[in-house]
């Protein structure tokens, strides 16, 4: 069993649709929890960055962690065609700055 | 402010061959990571470096070593080269040791090694 282990993709979704996306994890020593996107010939880029469990919004976005059932998610509300990448979750131990374990990926594709 | 860089872009070698990746943090950035990242999976964690030390080391063999130089930029070595090891090797660059944190991981955009 993998410590990570993301929805498999592709998704597709018309713009402006809610998107929700979703990993599970098995290692209960895991505090921080990031999502990054990754477009096409990219290195990923941070997204959104939460500890412990809990919500955080950033504008279109919003993460949620819960602990207790190993879960974690990112939501994306009026998604845009620009939303069109591929979105890894992470996660680590002890820290952004920390070795970062991350799920499969998602492809997503937001439809004009 | 240059973000992450790293050379070559692209890199084509046969079985058995060796390989040197480079990577130049983001200024102001003094800890590197590298990963790699096969084809439709996620980054794999290689090993980070600090103070030109390897702090961290994730399940990859011996073939694969790295240096931090005094500047901060570092190398990825490969040896003895497998099919398998093709994939986008991903550097990224943070501010401060393991467990320390003081901001996020930037990325490179990658070096995609291919092996023959």
Sequence with gaps: QKEVEQDPGPLSVPEGAIVSLNCTYSNSAFQYFMWYRQYSRKGPELLMYTYSSGNKEDGRFTAQVDKSSKYISLFIRDSQPSDSATYLCAMTKTGANSKLTFGKGITLSVRP | ?116
Excluded: M
């Design chain 2, 1 to 116: 402010d240059a973000g992450v860089t790293q050379s070559p872009t692209h890199l084509i070698k046969t079985r058995g061959q060796q390989v040197t990746l480079r990577c130049s943090p983001k200024s102001g950035h003094d800890t590197v990571s590298w990963y790699q990242q096969a084809l439709g999976q996620g980054p794999q964690f290689i090993f980070q470096y600090y103070e030109e030390e390897e702090r961290q080391r994730g399940n990859f063999p011996d073939r694969f070593s790295g240096h931090q130089f005094p500047n901060y930029s570092s190398e990825l070595n490969v040896n003895a080269l497998l099919l398998g090891d093709s994939a986008l090797y991903l550097c990224a660059s943070s501010l401060g040791p393991v467990g320390d944190y003081r901001g996020e991981q930037f990325f490179g955009p990658g070096t995609r090694l291919t092996v023959l």
